[in-house]
């Protein structure tokens, strides 16, 4: 079918429409509608990253450093909804599911405005990528202690990019705590009533599945135009 054929080469065209072409870009313009992200300072025991920094499909930073016992928090920005969803070193862009022994990994669900904390449990290697269409396949992935040689964290980005287009379009159940070699203890909580009350809520957002939603819509628009001009 011409329209499942086309529909690789769209989604890109799709998701840049959707998102504002800044993204791709690698020289983002600053304006009022750009989101910063506000990722406080690290302090002891603290690491705190910036999601989609500067509109852009990273993680700032995006291998990190983190002892046992670190919580790394993720804070994500108002414009664009992305998220911090734990894979494994072999499939960068999917989800870490439960099998034999391992239990399922975090996930943040498709998220704006709010932070996520992981607590790291071990030594061992966290692998993580956004969910968001398309966004790992173009190299939106993260590490917490990867090592410094064999499986680093370029390789695992690398090992996304190859993915590129070709990467499975994930669904968003929503936020999943716990995790692998790290445990995210709560859901994610709005970044303002965070910073502005120290007990730290757990509200969910539900933005995130909406928009997966609305860009549902616009994925089936898009292959409904193409199918018409297919035609001609
Ligand atoms: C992180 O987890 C460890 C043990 O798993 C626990 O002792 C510690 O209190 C946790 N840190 C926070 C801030 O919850
Ligand atoms: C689960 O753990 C047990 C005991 O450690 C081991 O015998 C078994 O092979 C493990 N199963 C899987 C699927 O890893
Ligand atoms: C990632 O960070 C680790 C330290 O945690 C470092 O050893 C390694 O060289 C870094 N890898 C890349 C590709 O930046
Ligand atoms: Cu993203």
């Given at each position: 079918m011409l329209t499942a054929f086309l529909l690789p080469f769209l989604l890109p065209v799709l998701t840049a429409a959707q998102y504002g072409g800044a993204a791709y870009s690698s020289t983002v313009s600053t304006t009022?509608?750009?989101?910063?992200?506000?990722?406080?300072?690290?302090?002891?025991?603290?690491v705190n990253v910036n999601v989609g920094f500067q509109g852009k499909l990273v993680y700032s930073p995006a291998n990190i450093s983190a002892p046992v016992g670190t919580i790394v928090t993720f804070y994500f920005p108002s414009g664009l909804a992305h998220s911090v969803t734990q894979s494994s070193f072999a499939a960068p862009c999917t989800y870490l599911a439960a099998s034999g022994n391992t239990s399922a990994g975090f996930d943040s669900g498709l998220q704006t405005a709010v932070q996520f904390s992981i607590n790291i449990t071990d030594n061992q290697p966290i692998w993580f990528h956004c969910k968001q269409v398309q966004h790992c396949g173009l190299g939106m992935v993260g590490s917490i202690n990867?090592?410094?040689?064999?499986?680093?964290?370029?390789?695992?980005?690398s090992a996304a990019l190859a993915l590129g287009s070709s990467e499975t379009t994930e669904t968003d159940n929503g936020p999943v705590t716990g995790g692998v070699h790290g445990v995210a203890t709560a859901k994610p909580a709005n970044t303002a009533s965070a910073a502005a009350s120290a007990t730290g809520s757990s509200s969910s957002s539900s933005s995130g599945s909406t928009k997966v939603v609305a860009s549902a819509c616009l994925a089936l628009f898009v292959a409904a135009v193409a199918g018409l001009l297919a035609q001609f």
């Open positions: 009022a509608a750009l989101a910063v992200p506000t990722a406080p300072a690290n302090t002891a025991g603290f990867a090592p410094a040689t064999g499986n680093t964290f370029a390789a695992f980005q």
